[in-house]
């Protein structure tokens, strides 16, 4: 066993996280935060900087943005990620110019999507000759952790990065288990379906909904993957149409079900498109490196 496997094992978690929050006359103002992957990718960061609207252009973000540098610097990260988001009726992000004055390029344009589940029309798709769909709600089989570990894997990879600097992702069993144990204690419910490869028996595909328990009407749609050797026999369409009448059945409270994909992936795309899933958003992500 290597140094992450040893660390994943003893529960060490996969991330460090550090936030800060801005006060004036004892009332937030504002909050940035720092989150530092330590099992791979080690030498970038995820960070934000966020100030309430009505208090912006006072310096606020400024000085949060600074602290992000410095604790980023401090933990010996020298690539930093961060994220805008703005509405679906202009190509034009309005926090672009503030980001891109702190250092950041443009990376990756991605389109938020929406589906009103209650009026959708799913299509008839169903897993191709060779191929079983398997859905689990909650928790998945043990012995497939090793093959869903492989997936979450090339899902690092697989999937469109733009312009982003990232490699693969460490992922096995443990990490797994522990991403799970932490999304049950966000308070949240999965809905799951895997492909099945009937010749050799492993899993090759999946995709994900997650509901929070408090406000179940939002869901949220995680990763969908087929692996690229399996691609071309719509399994894609086949996995999320399973997973979103599974949905239906396991937390009928839902509403909507919100999804984020990268616009330059044209396939994903096509298949949200076919479930009735319509623009609701854009976001941006962003990439810099620290002298």
């Known amino acids: 066993m290597d140094r992450r496997g040893a660390a994943r094992a003893r529960g060490i978690p996969s991330k460090t996280r550090l936030q800060v929050l801005a006060v004036d006359d004892e009332q937030p103002v504002g909050a940035a935060g ?8 080690e030498s970038t960061a995820l960070v934000f900087a966020s100030v309430l609207p009505g208090l912006r252009r006072r310096g606020v973000g400024d000085r949060l943005a600074g602290w992000v540098g410095e604790t980023a610097r401090s933990l010996g990260r020298t690539t930093l990620h961060t994220e ?23 990376a990756q344009t991605v389109l938020r999507s929406d589906l009103a589940v209650r009026d959708a ?34 899902m690092s990879t697989d999937a469109p990065l733009g312009d982003l600097e990232l490699s693969e992702e460490e992922w096995d069993e443990h990490r797994v288990r522990g991403e799970d144990e932490r999304t049950r204690a966000m308070g949240r419910r999965v809905v799951s379906t895997f492909v099945r490869d009937l010749a050799s028996g492993r899993l090759v595909g999946y995709t994900s909904i997650q509901v929070p328990r408090d406000a179940p009407a939002l869901a949220f749609q995680h990763d969908t993957l087929v692996l690229r050797e399996h691609r071309g026999h719509g399994l894609g369409l086949a ?22 994909n990268a616009t330059d992936n044209a396939p994903m795309l096509a298949v949200n498109v076919a479930m009735g899933f319509r623009p609701s958003g854009r976001m941006r992500q962003w990439q810099a490196h620290l002298d």
Do not use: C, S
Not at 34 to 41: E, F, G, R, T, W
Not at 84 to 106: L, Y
Not at 239 to 260: I, M, S
């Open 34 to 41: 720092v989150i530092a992957p330590l099992l791979d990718n």
């Open 84 to 106: 805008t988001q703005w509405g679906a009726d202009t190509d034009e992000d309005p926090h672009g110019p503030w980001v891109e004055r702190h250092g950041f390029a443009p």
């Open 121 to 154: 029309v799913l299509p008839d798709a169903e897993a191709a000759p060779g191929y079983r769909l398997e859905t689990h709600v909650d928790v998945m089989p043990e012995a497939d952790l090793a093959d869903r570990a492989t997936l979450a894997r090339r």
């Open 239 to 260: 996995l999320k149409a399973a997973t979103l009448r599974a949905l239906a059945d396991a937390v009928p409270e839902v509403a909507t079900v919100r999804t984020w």
